[in-house]
């Protein structure tokens, strides 16, 4: 069974990192992807060269320098691996003039590393975690046989694996926007090994920065069953109505790119006429407006509003993140429900789309370039800032002190030689701060 009998027949069709890949327009996708990556490696590089300068520091204690030694030899063989990875998608060809024609479009963060962690969770380290979260979820399920499964936000897919062991339906399909995850899922999965490089957080001893894990699927699926993967922005939405008899949810609902009203109506749209919606995970809207901030008795109600009847539910505590090489370990309370679709929704899809979600959240002038800039600076403020900043960096050579630097900023700019150290040392501190973005986190 292939993802394509799922699909709307007028969507583009394409692959990424060897992941079949949906979108409406696939260049602009695609670049995106590589001017992502394009950033990460850019921003490991910096990294790299942050840490070199630190092991060049007069240090308090020898094993810090060979610490820091271990950490970038270890960052350096990832942005390697990652490179090598990553190829595909060019991103050294990329053109900065036709990206920023999809400036307003991109997901802040980087795309690619975002669920980076949960790689090794589900196919390293993990087993007792999700285990945890698989016998929550067989509590809430009942005689289900569903011949189709659609998982969203699928990520490192462990999860969803699990549910199709458990269920054995002819196919299960992964969904996610990220194709770095769903590249690994299907390498392991297909019963490859995987050598990534994990940085824990807290480490627990000082051998453990960073942690080279081979990561691996133990169990085969039984003959006559499968599992496919597929790279989409469920913003563009591009599954048939009624095509599925379960969807799964795991730990998506509340960090979806859509509202929930929304989302929630299109699991209504997919599902066939019975179809069971399995939701696992946290409810963490985390949102400034906090009409959107939802309880769980809130998603319960707003599920029955969506035309589902409630089967079973679970809100129990399960072991997060308690990877054995970190002294930072969580235990979070998980959502879990099984819902059954009773009727349809008498709404349109493009209803529930927000085909132009970067128009909605950007000002007119980014996504349309003749538009008058219509933005409130503290113009005078900010032109002395800059010229203040563009003649230190003029002024930046090795063989100068911030003294050397304050004397001669403090008289051109009429200011304090005090106030033109502290000037300097700040602006020195951010851009040096800057470099040490860590990309992976």
Same mark, same amino acid.
């Given at each position: 069974?292939?993802?394509?009998?799922?699909?709307?027949?007028?969507?583009?069709?394409?692959?990424?990192?060897?992941?079949?890949?949906?979108?409406?327009?696939?260049?602009?996708?695609?670049?995106?992807?590589?001017?992502?990556?394009?950033?990460?490696?850019?921003?490991?590089?910096?990294?790299?060269?942050?840490?070199?300068?630190?092991?060049?520091?007069?240090?308090?204690?020898?094993?810090?320098?060979?610490?820091?030694?271990?950490?970038?030899?270890?960052?350096?063989?990832?942005?390697?691996?990652?490179?090598?990875?990553?190829?595909?998608?060019?991103?050294?060809?990329?053109?900065?003039?036709?990206?920023?024609?999809?400036?307003?479009?991109?997901?802040?963060?980087?795309?690619?590393?975002?669920?980076?962690?949960?790689?090794?969770?589900?196919?390293?380290?993990?087993?007792?975690?999700?285990?945890?979260?698989?016998?929550?979820?067989?509590?809430?399920?009942?005689?289900?046989?569903?011949?189709?499964?659609?998982?969203?936000?699928?990520?490192?897919?462990?999860?969803?694996?699990?549910?199709?062991?458990?269920?054995?339906?002819?196919?299960?399909?992964?969904?996610?926007?990220?194709?770095?995850?769903?590249?690994?899922?299907?390498?392991?999965?297909?019963?490859?090994?995987?050598?990534?490089?994990?940085?824990?957080?807290?480490?627990?001893?000082?051998?453990?920065?960073?942690?080279?894990?081979?990561?691996?699927?133990?169990?085969?699926?039984?003959?006559?069953?499968?599992?496919?993967?597929?790279?989409?922005?469920?913003?563009?939405?591009?599954?048939?109505?009624?095509?599925?008899?379960?969807?799964?949810?795991?730990?998506?609902?509340?960090?979806?790119?859509?509202?929930?009203?929304?989302?929630?109506?299109?699991?209504?749209?997919?599902?066939?006429?019975?179809?069971?919606?399995?939701?696992?995970? !946290?409810?963490? =809207?985390?949102? &400034?407006? /906090?009409?959107?901030?939802?309880?769980?008795?809130? #998603? %319960?109600? +707003?599920?029955?509003?969506?035309?589902?009847?409630?089967?079973?539910?679970?809100?129990?505590?399960?072991?997060?993140?308690?990877?054995?090489?970190?002294?930072?370990?969580?235990?979070?309370?998980?959502?879990?429900?099984?819902?059954?679709?009773?009727?349809?929704?008498?709404?349109?899809?493009?209803?529930?789309?927000?085909?132009?979600?970067?128009?909605?959240?950007?000002?007119?002038?980014?996504?349309?370039?003749?538009?008058?800039?219509?933005?409130?600076?503290?113009?005078?403020?900010?032109?002395? !800032?800059?010229? =203040?900043?563009? &003649?230190? /960096?003029?002024?930046?050579?090795?063989?100068?002190? #911030? %003294?050397? +630097?304050?004397?001669?900023?403090?008289?051109?700019?009429?200011?304090?030689?005090?106030?033109?150290?502290?000037?300097?040392?700040?602006?020195?501190?951010?851009?040096?701060?800057?470099?040490?973005?860590?990309?992976?986190?």
């Amino acid at each position: 069974m292939f993802y394509k009998n799922f699909v709307k027949k007028d969507i583009n069709h394409d692959e990424i990192l060897s992941i079949p890949f949906i979108a409406q327009d696939i260049h602009k996708s695609k670049l995106i992807l590589a001017f992502d990556a394009f950033e990460l490696l850019l921003g490991l590089e910096n990294q790299i060269q942050d840490i070199s300068d630190q092991i060049k520091m007069p240090l308090d204690l020898k094993m810090t320098g060979l610490r820091l030694k271990k950490i970038r030899d270890s960052l350096e063989g990832h942005k390697r691996e990652l490179s090598k990875i990553l190829a595909p998608l060019k991103y050294r060809d990329v053109k900065m003039t036709e990206f920023n024609q999809y400036l307003s479009q991109k997901r802040s963060g980087h795309i690619l590393m975002n669920g980076y962690s949960h790689v090794f969770r589900d196919w390293g380290w993990g087993e007792e975690e999700i285990q945890a979260s698989v016998a929550i979820a067989k509590s809430v399920l009942g005689n289900e046989q569903p011949k189709h499964i659609l998982t969203l936000g699928a990520g490192a897919s462990r999860f969803p694996y699990e549910i199709h062991r458990l269920l054995n339906p002819e196919y299960s399909l992964c969904v996610d926007v990220n194709p770095f995850l769903l590249y690994c899922a299907s390498e392991v999965i297909n019963g490859n090994k995987l050598k990534l490089m994990e940085f824990p957080i807290t480490p627990k001893d000082i051998n453990l920065f960073a942690v080279t894990s081979e990561l691996k699927c133990s169990t085969k699926l039984k003959d006559g069953t499968s599992i496919g993967f597929l790279v989409h922005d469920l913003l563009e939405w591009g599954f048939l109505s009624a095509s599925f008899d379960m969807i799964i949810t795991p730990w998506f609902i509340d960090v979806a790119p859509l509202p929930p009203r929304n989302l929630f109506a299109l699991i209504n749209k997919t599902l066939k006429k019975g179809g069971i919606w399995l939701n696992q995970g !946290s409810v963490g =809207f985390v949102n &400034r407006f /906090l009409a959107n901030y939802l309880s769980k008795e809130e #998603v %319960a109600s +707003l599920v029955e509003k969506s035309g589902f009847k409630f089967l079973n539910s679970e809100y129990k505590p399960v072991p997060y993140f308690q990877n054995p090489s970190s002294g930072h370990w969580r235990t979070e309370h998980v959502y879990c429900f099984a819902a059954k679709k009773e009727k349809e929704l008498e709404v349109k899809e493009t209803d529930l789309l927000p085909q132009n979600i970067g128009k909605q959240m950007l000002p007119a002038w980014v996504h349309d370039t003749t538009k008058p800039i219509e933005l409130s600076l503290p113009k005078d403020q900010m032109a002395a !800032s800059f010229k =203040f900043s563009e &003649r230190l /960096l003029s002024l930046l050579t090795p063989d100068k002190s #911030v %003294a050397d +630097l304050s004397r001669v900023l403090a008289n051109e700019f009429e200011i304090q030689a005090a106030q033109a150290e502290y000037l300097i040392l700040n602006t020195l501190l951010q851009w040096a701060d800057a470099r040490r973005y860590n990309p992976l986190q």
